[in-house]
C-alpha cells in the first residue's frame, strides 16, 4: 500500500525536530583540510579541477542550515600541489568576480496578468 510522501510544511503541528544529521566521518586517508569556504561553487569547481589532475579529494558540510561551511580534505602526500590548484581556482573567480561581477536576478511579475509599477 502506498504511503503519503512526508513533505516539510512550516505550519505542520507536528513538533518532530527537522535536522539534516551528523556530519559523515572523514575517511583516515583524507588527513589534510585543504580549503574551509562558504562559497559552494567556489569549493565544486575545486573538486573538479582536483578530479581533473588526479588528486582525490573528499568533501564535507557542516550542518548548519544557513552559512554552511564546505571543507575539502585531501592526503597530506597530495596537499602541496592541491594547494596550488585550489589557490589557481579561487584566483581565476575572484579575478572573473571582479572584471564582471555577479548581478542580482532580475525582479519579474510572479503571475504573467500582473503588472508591477503602474497602478
Known sequence: M??????????????????????????????????RTTDHPGA?????????????????EGTDAADRVVQLHVRSADHAYAAQLAAMVFARRKRLNEIDPRRPAPRTPLWPDEDWGRG
Not at 551528523?22 to 583540510?33: K, N, S, W, Y
Not at 565544486?44 to 564535507?60: D, H, N, P, T, Y
Open 2 to 35: 502506498s504511503e503519503p510522501l512526508d513533505y516539510f510544511n512550516p505550519l505542520d503541528k507536528d513538533d518532530r525536530p527537522r535536522r539534516r544529521g551528523p556530519a559523515l566521518a572523514v575517511p583516515a586517508e583524507f588527513d589534510v583540510v585543504l580549503t
Open 44 to 60: 565544486r569547481a575545486v573538486e573538479v579541477e582536483l578530479g581533473a589532475q588526479g588528486v582525490a579529494c573528499f568533501r564535507s
